[in-house]
């Protein structure tokens, strides 16, 4: 990514502002673990990073816009020499400037006046804060808190979520975004093949885990999610993640697992047979699932919504389980089927989305159906990721194969 993208960003950003206001975004701060461990690496705040490009712990961004002017603000924080003896080297002016494009280049402990300054020179009495999915006994992020102090120092001021005008930008991928999930879907495509060319019975899950894990650190990259490696009955806890079970002939292995480029994430899923080989009631569901995951891409065009790629699932799987006398109501689908078919992928693994949930142009989502059959001690699921372009579907993970006769030529 170059600077030009995220300028752009800001630009659209403020466009969506109303005049006299400003936004405050917080790139994040290390979280302790215990003690005086922290948790690396450090996850940076994403919709800072989609306006600044800056991975870096402890930068606020400010943006002011009055009388439809924008003014953009960067504060870094000052050189610690000791902190660069200990931990790494800092972020200078001159390299905040060339990965963001914002010219105005400060330090953290100027950014009250300059707020101060803002609020008091022109009037600008809103602020934009981004706020998101949140459990009452969760602490407060650095945004909630600044809002908190922002409304006691200036209580005229009126506080405006910044989420709204995030999902708008967000949602919609620009190529070069696209680009960084391409890679990040190819990185996880190929480890999830070389995690099965080790697989067996009388391994651990832990193992095949760890293949995975392998493949994606020697290429420079990392899962970007707790992988999920599930097999024989564990595939029917969706997120199951104890891996220490020893696989054993004829179970099912569901892995469902990402890789990370530049914070891009792909989010992948496949069914292996650990032994090679699908018995035929296991190829008889596989292949229902996969039948249901066709009929949905097909259903993922410009403009359609998601809540019919749904239904057409729910109603596919409802005849297929009929059919070979597996429920006799439609009702009873939810024994088997346990959670919808996909969600909105980019700089967050579950992407922001809005709750009209159409498809737009340029928007990158997955496609998950699955059916789980607890006492009989398996799940099958399968899960590519999708770019929805104006006038045609993309399947950014075709190199993974998922007809079951090339799952099992993966074993030979």
């Keep these: 990514m170059n600077k030009e993208f995220f300028i752009n960003n800001r630009k659209k950003f403020a466009e969506k502002m109303e005049d006299n206001s400003i936004a405050v975004f917080f ?41 439809e002017l924008l003014q953009e603000y960067l504060f870094i924080l000052p050189v610690d020499p000791m902190y660069e003896r200990w931990q790494a080297l800092m972020m200078r002016p001159p390299e905040a400037m060339e990965i963001s494009g914002v010219e105005n280049i400060l330090y953290t ?16 009495d809103k602020l934009y804060i981004y706020s998101d999915i949140a459990e009452f006994h969760e602490p407060l992020t650095l945004s909630q808190n600044y809002a908190k102090r922002f409304r006691d120092i200036y209580p005229s001021a009126r506080i405006i979520n910044s989420k709204p005008i995030m999902v708008l930008l967000r949602q919609q991928k620009t190529s070069e975004e696209v680009d960084e999930i391409i890679t990040a879907v190819n990185l996880a495509s190929d480890a999830m093949v070389y995690l099965s060319q080790g697989l067996k019975p009388g391994i651990f899950e832990y193992e095949a885990k760890a293949r995975f894990q392998y493949f ?26 104890k891996t220490g079970y020893q696989m054993q002939d004829g179970d099912l292995l569901i892995v469902d697992a990402g890789a990370m480029n530049n914070w891009y994430v792909s989010d992948l899923t496949r069914t292996f047979p650990v032994n090679g080989k699908f018995t035929p009631r296991q190829r008889t569901i596989y292949n229902i ?55 909105p992928i980019g700089l967050d693994l579950h992407d922001i989305k809005d709750k009209e949930r159409i498809f737009l142009e340029g928007c990158v989502h997955t496609i998950e159906p699955a059916l789980y059959f607890p006492d009989e001690g398996f799940g099958i699921r399968i899960e590519d990721n999708i770019w929805i372009k104006k006038d045609e579907t993309v399947v950014l993970s075709e190199r993974l194969v998922k007809n079951p006769d090339d799952i099992e030529n993966l074993f030979i």
Aim: charged share 30%.
């Design 27 to 67: 790139s994040g701060v290390f979280h302790r673990d215990t003690c005086d461990q922290l948790i690396h690496p450090f996850s940076v705040e994403r919709n800072f990073y989609y306006l600044t490009g800056v991975d870096a712990d402890g930068i606020i961004l400010l943006l002011h816009k009055s009388e």
């Design 289 to 343: 699932v996969l039948e249901a995951e066709l009929i949905a891409i097909e259903k993922m065009k410009y403009n359609s919504s998601w809540y019919d790629l749904e239904n057409a699932v729910r109603d596919f799987f409802a005849k297929a389980l009929k059919s070979i006398k597996e429920i006799k109501d439609e009702r009873d689908l939810d024994k088997y089927y346990f959670h919808d078919s996909g969600h």
């Design 216 to 241: 994606l650190n020697m290429k420079g990259s990392q899962p970007r999610f707790r992988s999920i490696v599930a097999a024989g009955k564990n595939a029917t806890i969706l997120h199951y993640n």
């Design 109 to 124: 402990y100027e950014f009250d006046k300059i707020v101060a300054n803002c609020y008091g020179d022109s009037f600008a």
